[in-house]
């Protein structure tokens, strides 16, 4: 490689034969440049002789040495060392003494004749855009052209102010020898080399090609990578295996980067790339780490109307569905309980590693309210509480989070018959009940309003004792057995086969009737007497005595006999 400080057949103190001077040289050098350059413009050989950070020197058969920018090369993504063959054209010599090379033809019209076949024949010519001109640029050609500013390439006044100085392939578009008018056109020879390059990069590129390339845009679905004059599309969900919210959290416009071809599309030209892929799969190693009944933390990353997702680690989610998130009825959406971003507690209640599916619980993590329900709760207990809802058969009262219980509409009022729970209740409205019964496998327990009322049968019970000797109007009778009625509302069950004539039978005088009271004398005004009735056959209507044998106050019943 030549020293431009230093010309290669500079005469020195060793030499014995009379130098040349420097000019006698540069006239013979700008002889032969004008000799070759000039013959058409046509591409001579040259072979690269050393690569520095700026250039790549090439010996083309000249005294000296021409240069070509590294930048055409890295550019073109292509590589070049010391040996490789190039064909090239020269364009002149700069202030170093370098030949300075094109890797373009070099067809530089002579005359007009030349201009108006290269017109007829759509040749690519070579001009040196000189100024920007009102409406598009002026190209040195041979002769002075004009390119318009839409034909230029250019998308702004900036980008057509750096052309100028520039090299530049075009084509004749408009030629007219006698008002000297040419125009030429870069954009469309640029558009082709563009689709040819395309169509080199799209056949060399196949599915599962790990490619390097450059970031050149960012949507909110994902990025856009140049891997070599070409455009790969790199989906959003295919930047990395735990969910992105947006592609500019993880890349950058002019990042490099490696990706793997996922798809190619020939009839849309569409490459499909993949950055995950190159990087194991988080699930592979779940089965490992994750066992059904083991506490984990995670973060919230969506909700949706049947559940949520809780992401345990990159690329790792689990889903905690609705019924899984209390213990509580009054949850209707998951967006009562859980938001994203929120971070939560969870246990795994299963783990589909070939499925890539992972179940988990919140309530789980909160304790089962009902393991105690028994021991807060037990039978015959008062309890209070709001009503939460209604169905057609009862109303269900809150105890606790998580523990309701249910009101049948036979046990809301002991006075009247109740059609509809809402008839009576409320929705919010506290109330407090008697716990009637607790089933804690099946997560239930029975309550009842009416047994907390007192009602003449409390009374009734109250005011009596087994063994006493009571009249009643029998109301219903079945074989030996049949029901009574003591009093208003007082009801009993009777055993209808009389005491044997051996025991002793209380005397007329010592019946009681003031518990019948003035119902008993209105409704059995004119019914037969004691003594008539207990000589007849037992059927309903009769007024008869009945010896009290159980009561029952917390249940409310009562049993007699007839005597």
Not at 214 to 224: E, P
Not at 441 to 448: A, F, H, I, W
Request: glycine share 10%; with cysteine.
């Amino acid at each position: 490689m030549s020293n431009p400080n230093t010309p290669e057949n500079e005469p020195t103190a060793e030499s014995a034969e009379p130098a040349e001077s420097f000019d006698t040289i540069l006239s013979q050098f700008e002889q032969s440049h004008s000799r070759r350059s000039g013959e058409g413009g046509k591409q001579i050989s040259g072979t690269v002789v050393a690569v520095s950070a700026e250039y790549v020197f090439v010996d083309v058969g000249y005294k000296t040495e021409g240069v070509l920018p590294i930048a055409l090369f890295e550019n073109a993504k292509g590589t070049v060392e010391p040996g490789t063959k190039l064909m090239v054209s020269v364009k002149g010599r700069n202030e170093e003494g370098y030949l300075e090379l094109s890797r373009l033809r070099v067809e530089v019209p002579k005359d007009w004749t030349a201009l108006e076949k290269a017109f007829e024949d759509k040749v690519i010519i070579v001009g040196t855009v000189t100024a920007v001109v009102k409406g598009g640029l002026s190209v040195d050609v041979g002769v002075r052209a004009f390119m318009p500013g839409s034909r230029s390439g250019a998308r702004d006044a900036a980008e057509m102010e750096k052309l100028v100085g520039q090299e530049i392939r075009c084509r004749i578009i408009k030629i007219d020898a006698t008002e000297e008018d040419v125009v030429v056109d870069r954009r469309a020879v640029a558009e082709e080399e563009d689709r040819s390059t395309k169509e080199r990069r799209y056949s060399e590129i196949n599915e599962g090609d790990i490619v390097s390339g450059t970031v050149r845009s960012l949507t909110d679905y994902g990025a856009f990578v140049d891997i070599g004059g070409v455009d790969g599309l790199l989906h959003i969900s295919d930047i990395a295996w735990s969910r992105v919210e947006k592609p500019s959290d993880v890349l950058s416009v002019g990042q490099q980067i490696d990706a793997k071809v996922l798809k190619i599309e020939p009839s849309g030209k569409r490459i499909s790339l993949g950055l995950k892929q190159l990087l194991p799969h988080p699930w592979d190693a779940v089965a490992a780490r994750y066992t059904a009944g083991e506490r984990v933390r995670g973060k919230i990353t969506r909700v949706t109307d049947f559940g949520a997702f809780v992401e345990l680690e990159p690329g790792i989610e689990g889903m905690v569905h609705l019924s899984e998130m209390s213990w509580a009825k009054k949850v209707r959406k998951p967006g009562d309980m859980v938001k994203p971003g929120d971070v939560v507690e969870v246990m795994i209640l299963g783990v589909n590693a070939a499925e890539r599916r992972m179940s988990l619980g919140l309530k789980q993590t909160l304790g089962d309210p009902w393991a105690d329900a028994a021991e807060k709760f037990p039978a015959g207990s008062q309890v209070e509480g709001p009503i939460t809802s209604f169905t057609k058969f009862g109303a269900f009262v809150q105890l606790a989070d998580g523990i309701e219980g249910m009101i049948h509409v036979s046990e809301i009022s002991a006075e009247k018959r109740i059609e509809r729970p809402q008839d009576v209740l409320r929705a919010g409205q506290v109330v407090k009940a008697k716990v009637l019964d607790i089933d804690r496998e099946k997560r239930q327990l029975r309550l009842s309003l009416k047994q907390l009322v007192p009602t003449g049968l409390d009374e009734y019970i109250a005011e009596h004792k087994v063994g006493e000797i009571v009249s009643g109007r029998l109301i219903e009778v079945s074989g030996e057995q049949g029901t009574v009625e003591l009093g208003d509302g007082i009801r009993a069950q009777a055993r209808l086969v009389l005491e044997t004539a051996a025991k002793e039978q209380p005397s007329a005088a010592a019946v009681d009737l003031s518990n019948l009271g003035s119902m008993l004398s209105a409704r059995w005004k004119n019914g037969p007497s004691l003594s008539e009735a207990k000589s007849e056959a037992v059927r309903a209507g009769q007024i008869r005595s009945f010896r009290i044998t159980m009561l029952d106050r917390g249940a409310k019943k009562m049993k007699v006999q007839l005597v």
